[in-house]
């Protein structure tokens, strides 16, 4: 459909309901707790509550560009086909083509659940779709590199059913604009939280993550920030945090239009 706006609003609410051809929303948000004085910084996950622990957490890995298989483990028994927690996840991805897939995945409590498809290039999401009389997880659930549990890239936390992994990778034929982000730090401990992408406008950048946007937290919210950065396919947006004191407690959010070239 054609729509003129009559304001920025009413446009955007246009493009959540899908009625603006070739654009949608793309969103995040994250949750960390207990980050330290880590001079490079700690991505907004919650990657530090694992067993075992993951290779980094501190730093989320990236798959091969190449495409990956990936196993699905919980930390809990009761997150199987039968059990009282998570039943089955729904993995949103990039492939290796750089477009947007998605697959329905049946977990095995404890024991391996691998995915079918063999090219995840970048986990976007991550969620539950059917649960036991829990509703929720009954442990942490990861998804890993097939064969090498160490490399953890996304994971729904216990007792909760959705990714608070706040990274996504832009899908080929798009661009994103990221239009605002938001920020708090709730222990009274300082911290600042950087927006970051492997981007540089229109190019793309190997694990460099440039600093896009930035503030100073300590016991307070930093409110909408509004913004208009362009982002291109195949970049990855992440948010990190560098605490100035130890145990800082940081939970983000941000959104933007995602556009069809």
């Not at 603006?20 to 995040?28: F, L, Q």
């Not at 986990?123 to 090498?148: E, Q, S």
């Not at 729904?156 to 661009?175: D, E, F, H, T, W």
């Not at 950048?205 to 362009?230: E, Q, R």
Request: aromatic share 6%; with cysteine; glycine share 10%.
């Amino acid at each position: 459909m054609t729509y003129s706006p009559s304001g920025v609003s009413d446009y955007y609410t246009e493009v959540a309901r899908g009625n603006i051809a070739g654009s949608s929303i793309m969103s995040a948000m994250g949750e960390r707790k207990s980050i330290q004085t880590t001079t490079a910084g700690e991505d907004i996950w919650l990657g530090n509550e694992l067993t075992p622990a993951p290779t980094s957490h501190t730093s989320i890995p990236t798959p091969d560009s190449a495409g990956e298989q990936m196993t699905i483990v919980s930390e809990s028994g009761n997150d199987a086909a039968a059990g009282t927690g998570a039943r089955t996840v729904e993995v949103h991805y990039i492939d290796a083509a750089g477009a947007q897939q998605s697959e329905v995945v049946e977990l095995n409590g404890t024991g391996d659940a691998d995915t079918v498809a063999t090219d995840i290039r970048y986990v976007n999401d991550f969620h539950v779709v059917t649960a036991g009389t829990g509703l929720v997880t009954a442990g942490n659930v990861k998804i890993y590199k097939k064969g090498t549990v160490g490399l953890v890239y996304n994971m729904i936390a216990q007792g909760g059913n959705k990714s608070l992994v706040p990274n996504r990778m832009v899908p080929v034929g798009y661009k994103l604009v990221i239009k605002s982000w938001h920020t708090e730090e709730a222990q009274d401990k300082r911290v600042n939280v950087r927006l970051r992408a492997t981007s540089n406008a229109n190019t793309v950048l190997t694990d460099v993550f440039l600093f896009k946007d930035t503030t100073f937290l300590k016991k307070n919210a930093s409110g909408a920030l509004p913004l208009n950065i362009l982002v291109p396919a195949l970049a990855i947006v992440k948010v990190s945090g560098w605490a100035i004191q130890a145990n800082a407690e940081v939970g983000c959010s941000w959104w933007g239009e995602l556009i069809a070239d």
